[in-house]
């Protein structure tokens, strides 16, 4: 059982990474000829990590009945219970393609008689080149296929894996398979796999856009998404778990010796920074210090916005992916009023009383939970009307915590993508306490361009920042940016070259940052509110202080790793301009 508790623990401390299913597969090594060895469950419920192993539990519950010491016997509970094995993969599915129907759930399994040919996948990614994956190895997609970038690598990965096996069934080369297989993938991916002989591996992309861990001792081997998952499920120390590099494989063979391959020649690093922003749970140390680091740079500008006015400014947090910033940004103002207090002390002299030093020091940073986050509401109401009014209450607030029209408000949020619920929700939430201004601070930067590596940020029409661009490129009398770019993007498609250059960037050329910023709280700011809102956000050159190890930031800055992100920006402005609401890849 002690697999599948500590698998229960990595996929419980990572359910973060996706809420829309759950996955788990489990091969055994050394079966009887003739006896499964590869086994697979899945779920789409509500809460799927507890409705997997509740239904495993359930077998082993109804096992005992007949046999109650069967714990005993291990080799006995190998052959009943279909989870019980050596090699166990688990998968939390965050849907960016496809359905969220159970089918598209990771992981996928490949079968057939001969062992090694016996392929079960998951992973953490998005592919942007399905269609010519298919092509190269000669097959026609079916309809579930074209919708699933796991099914296309699958397909490939399975290819190169099975010639391989033709060559030598007792011992392939997995390496080789995937060498021939990861230089196809256009993308960034983690990728985990396990095959019928008992092999299983782990394998990075070349600019290691998304994350990667493991750990190794005498007993087993893991790897994961996250460190602090690996940490925690297994009680070890930082300096244990390593980072898997990009484009190395970790391959484990079935007598547990563990080979590290480079199978990708690594390229520019350019690790996901919207990780450490907003992705990855926060009990990371290092993502920890980075998301204080990431409020603590803001405070000079927020400091900045409220005139130095601290004395009647309030602080506060867009539940709970900001909390962490949102220390950090206290932590500057903390400092800066700190500096306030010595420099006020030194400049009274000998004039000092009690009454003074008591009054200065007991000056704090005024701090409240504005807003507090309900439980995720639900509404089954189908007009537009109906559901606006719903998502209006998606966060509720404290009252009595503003004094009104004296107060200025500071809330911090993680990021702001589509600028929906600041809109619908919050800002109209906070102007009901009447506070003098309400200042949103963004800890990062404007969201400008879509991802295709692994965040489901596609449509270039949500983008709140794309939308203040096109705002001020119509009011400015200069629509004609919009037809030229439109015009140059659609002759690259004829040309079939639309990934030769980001062109969506000329888009926010005529403008500063600040500039599209103001755009914003125009925009974010509801009707029939006349309490003045200023967003602020993160800069990029502070974005990468903060955050030096993970320097990926093409939905900030459209400097995208790979040529399919050109590609998928491109496209995703022609939708655009088509009205067509779909994924740019």
Same mark, same amino acid.
């Given at each position: 059982?002690?697999?599948?508790?500590?698998?229960?623990?990595?996929?419980?401390?990572?359910?973060?990474?996706?809420?829309?299913?759950?996955?788990?597969?489990?091969?055994?090594?050394?079966?009887?000829?003739?006896?499964?060895?590869?086994?697979?469950?899945?779920?789409?419920?509500?809460?799927?990590?507890?409705?997997?192993?509740?239904?495993?539990?359930?077998?082993?519950?109804?096992?005992?009945?007949?046999?109650?010491?069967?714990?005993?016997?291990?080799?006995?509970?190998?052959?009943?219970?279909?989870?019980?094995?050596?090699?166990?993969?688990?998968?939390?599915?965050?849907?960016?393609?496809?359905?969220?129907?159970?089918?598209?759930?990771?992981?996928?399994?490949?079968?057939?008689?001969?062992?090694?040919?016996?392929?079960?996948?998951?992973?953490?990614?998005?592919?942007?080149?399905?269609? =010519?994956?298919?092509?190269?190895?000669?097959?026609?997609?079916?309809?579930?296929?074209?919708?699933?970038?796991?099914?296309?690598?699958?397909?490939?990965?399975?290819?190169?894996?099975?010639?391989?096996?033709?060559?030598?069934?007792?011992?392939?080369?997995?390496?080789?398979?995937?060498?021939?297989?990861? =230089?196809?993938?256009?993308?960034?991916?983690?990728?985990?796999?396990?095959?019928?002989?008992?092999?299983?591996?782990?394998?990075?992309?070349?600019?290691?856009?998304?994350?990667?861990?493991?750990?190794?001792?005498?007993?087993?081997?893991?790897?994961?998404?996250?460190?602090?998952?690996?940490?925690?499920?297994?009680?070890?120390? !930082?300096?244990?778990?390593?980072?898997?590099?990009?484009?190395?494989?970790?391959?484990?063979?079935?007598?547990?010796?563990?080979?590290?391959?480079?199978?990708? !020649?690594?390229?520019?690093?350019?690790?996901?920074?919207?990780?450490?922003?907003?992705?990855?749970?926060?009990?990371? !140390?290092?993502?920890?210090?980075?998301?204080?680091?990431?409020?603590?740079?803001?405070?000079?500008?927020?400091?900045?916005?409220?005139?130095?006015?601290?004395?009647?400014?309030?602080?506060?947090?867009?539940?709970?992916?900001?909390?962490?910033?949102?220390?950090?940004?206290?932590?500057?103002?903390?400092?800066?009023?700190?500096?306030?207090?010595?420099?006020?002390?030194?400049?009274?002299?000998?004039?000092?009383?009690?009454?003074?030093?008591?009054?200065?020091?007991?000056?704090?940073?005024?701090?409240?939970?504005?807003?507090?986050?309900?439980?995720?509401?639900?509404?089954?109401?189908?007009?537009?009307?109906?559901?606006?009014?719903?998502?209006?209450?998606?966060?509720?607030?404290?009252?009595?915590?503003?004094?009104?029209?004296?107060?200025?408000?500071?809330?911090?949020?993680?990021?702001?993508?589509?600028?929906?619920?600041?809109?619908?929700?919050?800002?109209?939430?906070?102007?009901?306490?009447?506070?003098?201004?309400?200042?949103?601070?963004?800890?990062?930067?404007?969201?400008?361009?879509?991802?295709?590596?692994?965040?489901?940020?596609?449509?270039?029409?949500?983008?709140?920042?794309?939308?203040?661009?096109? =705002?001020?490129?119509?009011?400015?009398?200069?629509?004609?940016?919009?037809?030229?770019?439109?015009?140059?993007?659609?002759?690259?498609?004829?040309?079939?070259?639309?990934?030769?250059?980001?062109?969506?960037?000329?888009?926010?050329?005529?403008?500063?940052?600040?500039?599209?910023?103001?755009?914003?709280?125009?925009?974010?700011?509801?009707?029939?509110?006349?309490?003045?809102?200023?967003?602020?956000?993160?800069?990029? =050159?502070?974005?990468?202080?903060?955050?030096?190890?993970?320097?990926?930031?093409?939905?900030?800055?459209?400097?995208?790793?790979?040529?399919?992100?050109?590609?998928?920006?491109?496209?995703?402005?022609?939708?655009?301009?088509?009205?067509?609401?779909?994924?740019?890849?």
């Amino acid at each position: 059982m002690y697999g599948l508790n500590k698998l229960y623990l990595l996929m419980e401390k990572q359910h973060n990474r996706g809420q829309d299913g759950a996955g788990i597969a489990a091969v055994k090594l050394n079966t009887e000829p003739g006896s499964p060895f590869l086994h697979r469950i899945r779920s789409n419920a509500l809460q799927p990590i507890a409705d997997l192993f509740f239904k495993i539990g359930s077998e082993i519950n109804e096992l005992e009945k007949y046999q109650p010491d069967i714990k005993k016997h291990p080799v006995l509970m190998k052959g009943h219970v279909p989870f019980v094995g050596e090699l166990l993969l688990g998968h939390l599915r965050y849907g960016t393609q496809g359905k969220n129907n159970v089918e598209f759930c990771h992981p996928f399994i490949k079968k057939d008689i001969v062992p090694g040919k016996n392929l079960a996948l998951a992973g953490n990614f998005n592919l942007v080149n399905t269609d =010519e994956l298919f092509d190269l190895i000669n097959i026609n997609p079916g309809v579930f296929q074209k919708q699933s970038d796991l099914a296309a690598m699958m397909e490939v990965i399975h290819h190169f894996l099975s010639i391989e096996n033709g060559k030598n069934p007792d011992d392939p080369d997995i390496a080789m398979a995937l060498k021939k297989a990861a =230089e196809l993938f256009d993308g960034g991916f983690t990728v985990g796999g396990l095959t019928g002989n008992g092999s299983t591996f782990i394998l990075r992309d070349a600019h290691g856009i998304r994350p990667a861990y493991y750990y190794i001792n005498d007993e087993v081997v893991v790897a994961a998404s996250e460190r602090a998952a690996i940490r925690t499920s297994f009680n070890v120390g !930082e300096n244990e778990v390593f980072e898997l590099l990009p484009g190395m494989a970790l391959i484990v063979k079935p007598d547990g010796s563990c080979l590290m391959e480079q199978v990708l !020649e690594p390229k520019e690093r350019k690790a996901c920074s919207f990780e450490r922003i907003y992705f990855s749970r926060g009990s990371d !140390e290092k993502i920890y210090r980075e998301r204080i680091a990431l409020g603590y740079h803001l405070s000079k500008a927020v400091l900045g916005a409220v005139d130095h006015d601290l004395k009647n400014t309030i602080f506060s947090y867009i539940p709970n992916t900001a909390e962490v910033a949102y220390f950090g940004l206290c932590k500057g103002m903390e400092d800066y009023l700190n500096q306030t207090k010595v420099e006020r002390i030194l400049s009274w002299g000998d004039d000092v009383t009690e009454e003074k030093l008591q009054s200065i020091i007991n000056r704090k940073i005024r701090q409240e939970k504005i807003a507090i986050k309900d439980v995720k509401l639900r509404t089954f109401i189908t007009e537009d009307s109906g559901r606006n009014e719903m998502v209006q209450h998606v966060y509720d607030i404290t009252y009595g915590t503003v004094r009104r029209n004296e107060d200025t408000l500071v809330v911090i949020d993680d990021s702001i993508v589509r600028g929906t619920t600041l809109k619908e929700s919050i800002v109209r939430m906070l102007a009901r306490l009447k506070p003098k201004k309400i200042i949103v601070v963004s800890s990062a930067p404007q969201i400008r361009y879509p991802d295709c590596y692994g965040i489901d940020m596609s449509k270039l029409g949500d983008f709140i920042a794309f939308k203040a661009a096109i =705002e001020l490129l119509k009011e400015g009398g200069k629509d004609c940016i919009i037809k030229d770019v439109h015009e140059k993007i659609t002759e690259l498609e004829r040309c079939n070259t639309l990934d030769a250059e980001n062109l969506v960037r000329n888009i926010y050329k005529p403008f500063t940052t600040q500039e599209i910023s103001d755009k914003i709280a125009q925009l974010i700011t509801p009707k029939g509110v006349t309490i003045p809102v200023q967003v602020i956000y993160q800069t990029i =050159e502070d974005l990468h202080d903060c955050c030096p190890t993970n320097t990926g930031d093409w939905y900030f800055t459209g400097n995208y790793p790979t040529r399919g992100g050109n590609r998928v920006v491109n496209k995703a402005f022609l939708n655009f301009m088509e009205g067509k609401d779909i994924r740019g890849y």
